[in-house]
């Protein structure tokens, strides 16, 4: 019985992700979707059970203050710069083309991340018993045999059949695609 080439393995492993990843694909933007939506719940629900919702109602108190008079100083100081010596020794953070928050600072920001990253993390666990993610993770699941039966299989003939079997019974595609016939006008 005769070898495959290693261009017929890189063959039958092409076609087995051109047919499987399109509908991978469609299904996770499916499961992305429900996953956000899912984040966004989480993501509240998350922040009031652990008690960080007072603090991010805080820092954000606090921030929206902090901004008002930082504003106010900035304005004063650069209203105060009447001379030009006044202006030209006016401090960067003063400068409203020039000035940046202090980034070393925790934020409210970062508080809102930081629970958004935890609660997607619990979203994309609940997605995984919803239908969509089954349905994802059977998808991934058939890539996954089809890629090993090529890596495994000795033949192209057995492998040709062995793909078959596994495309038709589980995707309902049929191994040998047939072109679209071209109507003549």
Not at 6 to 11: G, I, N, P, V
Not at 69 to 89: H, I, P, R, W, Y
Not at 105 to 128: F, G, H, M, P, V
Not at 130 to 154: C, F, H, N, W, Y
Request: proline share 3%; glycine share 2%.
């Amino acid at each position: 019985m005769p070898k495959m080439t290693k261009y017929q393995l890189e063959h039958f492993e092409s076609k087995v992700k051109r047919t499987l990843n399109p509908l991978i694909e469609d299904q996770e933007l499916l499961v992305k979707q429900y996953t956000t939506e899912a984040t966004n719940k989480a993501s509240k629900k998350l922040a009031v059970k652990i008690g960080a919702q007072k603090i991010i109602d805080a820092l954000k108190f606090a921030e929206e203050d902090l901004k008002r008079v930082q504003n106010l100083a900035q304005s004063f100081f650069e209203k105060k710069a009447t001379t030009k010596d006044m202006k030209e020794n006016l401090s960067s953070t003063f400068d409203k083309s020039s000035y940046r928050h202090n980034d070393d600072k925790i934020t409210l920001e970062d508080c809102n991340d930081q629970i958004r990253t935890w609660a997607k993390s619990l979203a994309e666990r609940e997605i995984e018993k919803r239908p969509e993610g089954k349905q994802l993770a059977k998808l991934k699941g058939i890539k996954r045999v089809a890629l090993d039966t090529i890596m495994e299989s000795e033949a192209p003939a057995t492998l040709i059949e062995s793909l078959n079997k596994v495309m038709t019974k589980f995707i309902g595609v049929s191994w040998h695609e047939e072109p679209k016939v071209i109507e003549n006008k």
